[in-house]
């Protein structure tokens, strides 16, 4: 109980004192995921839509990986990206491993299943809405999916932000291809997970909700920017 | 001079859904003049053979021959839905919408919007999200956002349904003055006195084939089979 109590004023200390480590970690965490998430959204987005208005042969199968991919575990995908981009790997020449872009990379790939698969949904209802509509306007299709992305704006914005409940959460992939280096790669889940294991439990606690007071943050602000909830359903 | 898409004549057409048949075999033509009422029991096929001629429902046999090519029938006919589709915008850009598609500029679609929000009394909802509008002011928004690309030809699939006497009044009136400017009407309703008030021909539909079609005064005045006549009289045929 005493680490817990320790841990929540280590955390105000850092924050009161405005710890330029803390604040570097924060910010290397921010940039990181916020990077990866809008690198997916832009992959899973348009996917998703896809997904929900095209039909071709294997299209059931595809979204039944898409959605199995949700699960991908981070570690394996740091392992792959570990092994993609080390020196003997094929994009070895890059020399992006240690680098909060090989970071990036690890997240996108972990994130975009989830965007592309919760997209597919909210749009797969919105296409059912729509479909006649669309078709009788003889919209062609990349029309059709920018109407559906912007008018299922709200909802993809859910999609958006569970991608980056599970970046800002992630720790497995990005400690194998960041390599929790001060100054270079640390965020929050590598700090807390070195704190940890130097059983400093009351920095890594502070650490800790740091990191769960910047999701709760971030999501209250797209929240309040996307005025979700207050004008009711569409 | 852009020639017309009309006439269009369905030839022996038949669609068939699971193995059943829901329409035909039908032989149809929609000239370049009138205001058609397709009129027939629920479950006479009235929206399939609307869907048909518009193209949104595929023939199982036959084929619609139109007087141009597909590329000018695709952007000259509109559709209404019985059940008016709201798309999650404001009143004004569910209106610039069919404009904005086929590459109006943005402000001259904004005040075709605005001028469309006028005729159709909802210039103080132009900013509200048309999901929030009534039952009426839906069908209204919905009729308007159809005629906005001034259509040669304009199907209907009982817009009136489930209205009061006011808003269905407002789309009569409305669909009176686009007729009377040379827009072809083809409209699907079970609405006896719409029917009188609108129609010059009439195709009476009963179980996938149309039973009689002409012109609408000969066929109020007397029908020529008896389940037509049956069905003016507002007996179950």
Redesign the interface.
């Given at each position: 109980m005493s680490e817990i109590w320790e841990g929540m004023k280590a955390a105000v200390w850092l924050i009161v004192t405005l710890d330029p480590e803390l604040f570097d970690i924060t910010l290397r965490s921010l940039q990181v995921t916020v990077t990866a998430v809008v690198i997916a959204s832009a992959i899973g987005l348009p996917l998703g839509a896809l997904l929900a208005i095209q039909r071709f042969r294997y299209r059931r199968a595809t979204i039944a990986v898409l959605n199995a991919l949700m699960g991908l575990p981070p570690v394996v995908v740091g392992l792959i990206v570990y092994l993609m981009l080390s020196r003997s790997g094929p994009f070895g020449v890059f020399g992006l491993l240690f680098t909060p872009t090989a970071m990036i990379i690890a997240q996108v790939i972990i994130i975009t299943p989830l965007i592309a698969s919760i997209a597919h949904q909210a749009i797969r209802d919105?296409w059912a809405?729509?479909h006649?509509?669309m078709?009788?306007?003889?919209?062609t299709k990349g029309?059709r999916i920018r109407?559906l992305l912007w008018?299922?704006r709200r909802a993809l914005m859910t999609a958006s932000l569970a991608g980056f409940g599970r970046a800002i959460g992630e720790v497995g992939a990005i400690m194998i291809v960041g390599g929790n280096i001060d100054n270079a790669t640390r965020v929050l889940t590598t700090a807390i997970a070195l704190e940890t294991g130097k059983g400093d439990f009351g920095l890594a606690l502070g650490l800790g909700f740091v990191l769960i007071g910047l999701a709760i943050f971030v999501n209250l602000t797209i929240h309040w920017v996307g005025r979700t909830e207050s004008?009711g359903?569409? | 001079m852009v020639g017309s898409i009309l006439p269009l004549e369905l030839r022996e057409a038949v669609v068939r859904r699971r193995g059943k048949r829901l329409l035909g075999p039908v032989d149809l033509t929609v000239g370049a003049k009138g205001f058609t009422i397709v009129m027939g029991p629920n479950g006479s096929g009235k929206t399939t053979l609307m869907r048909s001629l518009?193209g949104?429902q595929r023939l199982t046999e036959g084929e619609a021959v139109w007087a141009a090519g597909m590329e000018a029938v695709?952007?000259r006919q509109?559709?209404v839905?019985q059940q008016p589709?709201m798309?999650?915008?404001s009143v004004r850009d569910n209106l610039a919408?069919?404009l904005l598609?086929h590459g109006t500029k943005k402000a001259a679609a904004r005040m075709a919007a605005e001028e469309w929000a006028a005729r159709i009394d909802l210039t103080e909802a132009l900013d509200r999200?048309a999901?929030q509008l009534s039952g009426g002011e839906r069908q209204k928004l919905a009729l308007a956002r159809a005629l906005i690309r001034e259509p040669e030809l304009l199907f209907l699939d009982e817009p009136c349904a489930n209205l009061d006497g006011r808003a269905t009044r407002d789309i009569e009136a409305l669909l009176k003055v686009e007729h009377e400017r040379g827009t072809r009407i083809v409209m699907a309703t079970h609405d006896m006195g719409q029917a009188r008030r609108l129609a010059t021909d009439i195709v009476f539909l009963l179980n996938g084939k149309i039973h009689e079609t002409g012109p609408a005064e000969p066929f109020f005045a007397g029908p020529a089979t008896p389940e037509a006549g049956a069905f003016l009289k507002g007996d179950i045929v």
């Open positions: 919105l809405e729509y006649d509509l078709i009788s306007m003889n919209t029309q109407t008018d299922g004008e359903r569409w | 518009h949104l695709r952007k509109a559709y839905f589709v798309m999650r915008r919408y069919p598609l999200r999901t």
